[in-house]
């Protein structure tokens, strides 16, 4: 028994202080273990429940209540994605569908990733982590629907648009990646359009720097004067602290907000063969890949459809963009 209070004792107070604010979060080992917290909370329902049940000698009560409070916490805080919005209920407006999609360059299958497209219609999809070569190759598929296109010179991203272009750049905002601006005339309303692809913060480089990154365009949609939507693999889990901070930095909400976590990552869509590595990954299914959008936005559904042959779900979110928004 002594055995289980030491494996049931941290894991009851580590999933308790998870609630509490504290800077250690801000720290790379704890961002990288946060990616497994819906698991963490899991394994911690699960012992919970296999003490209620199995009722041990003596009876452990007081782990038993620090793993309830927390699990209570947990559950309320995760709750908040699946509550609708009123706002969002709201009938109206200029209907606006988008959609990022991380390809995943290595398993590159130009038929699959047409078809997986035109399956899903837009007006206007970010293409994530593609060749050059790649991109244009879906562009000659799919030109029919996409007839605006704009390739990032850097960080592997292109603009796909049903409506005009009006303008398109490569900006890195004096961080280490660069990201894709667009401005795109929706039925005579301009809508900046940003796609940006932050790298996995698997070293403390790649945390330092995505989180620069994340901050850069935080600021830069906080100064934007009309509708705004920034989507792309961020590499960033929705419960991260540096997640929280992009939300109150830029002004923007998440579309997930009222319409569930819905996970985009690991996916094996094409039941191809996976290596050791890839099994694992396969245990994490979270929400890496985002779409933000300015206040004057209604969100109408959010959808994460089939990966195809990536390792990324693809997020489509259908929209209404308010003509006439007056800031509360």
Do not use: C
Not at 43 to 54: D, E, P
Request: charged share 15%; hydrophobic share 45%.
């Amino acid at each position: 028994m002594l055995l289980l209070s030491l494996v049931l004792w941290p894991v009851a107070l580590a999933l308790l202080l998870s609630f509490t604010p504290g800077k250690w979060y801000k720290l790379w080992p704890f961002e990288l273990i946060g990616a497994g917290y819906l698991w963490f909370a899991a394994v911690t329902g699960i012992l919970l429940l296999a003490l209620v049940l199995f009722r041990p000698r003596p009876p452990r009560r007081k782990v038993m209540l620090v793993m309830a409070l927390a699990l209570g916490l947990y559950a309320t805080t995760m709750g908040t994605w699946y509550v609708p919005r009123l706002r969002d209920a709201r009938t109206g407006d200029v209907p606006l569908a988008v959609m990022t999609y991380n390809v995943n360059y290595q398993t590159w299958n130009t038929a699959a990733v047409t078809e997986l497209v035109r399956a899903h219609p837009v007006d206007i999809f970010g293409l994530v982590e593609s060749f050059k070569e790649q991109a244009a190759e879906l562009r000659d598929n799919v030109q029919d629907l996409y007839p605006h296109y704009y390739r990032a010179t850097g960080g592997g991203l292109s603009l796909f648009s049903r409506d005009p272009i009006a303008e398109a750049t490569t900006e890195n905002l004096g961080t280490q990646y660069h990201s894709l601006f667009a401005i795109i005339d929706v039925n005579g309303k301009l809508v900046q359009i940003v796609v940006a692809h932050p790298l996995a913060p698997v070293s403390i480089y790649n945390f330092v720097n995505r989180n620069e990154a994340m901050g850069a365009v935080a600021a830069y949609a906080a100064q934007q004067p009309i509708t705004t939507v920034i989507m792309g693999d961020f590499n960033l889990t929705s419960w991260s602290i540096y997640f929280r901070n992009f939300i109150r930095n830029s002004g923007l909400r998440s579309v997930n907000l009222g319409h569930g976590l819905n996970p985009t990552w690991f996916y094996n869509g094409a039941r191809r063969s996976l290596s050791h590595l890839e099994q694992i990954k396969q245990a994490f299914k979270i929400p890496i890949d985002h779409i933000f959008v300015s206040q004057d936005i209604r969100v109408d559904q959010v959808i994460t459809p089939s990966s195809g042959v990536s390792d990324h779900r693809p997020v489509i979110a259908r929209l209404r963009i308010i003509w006439q928004f007056v800031p509360l």
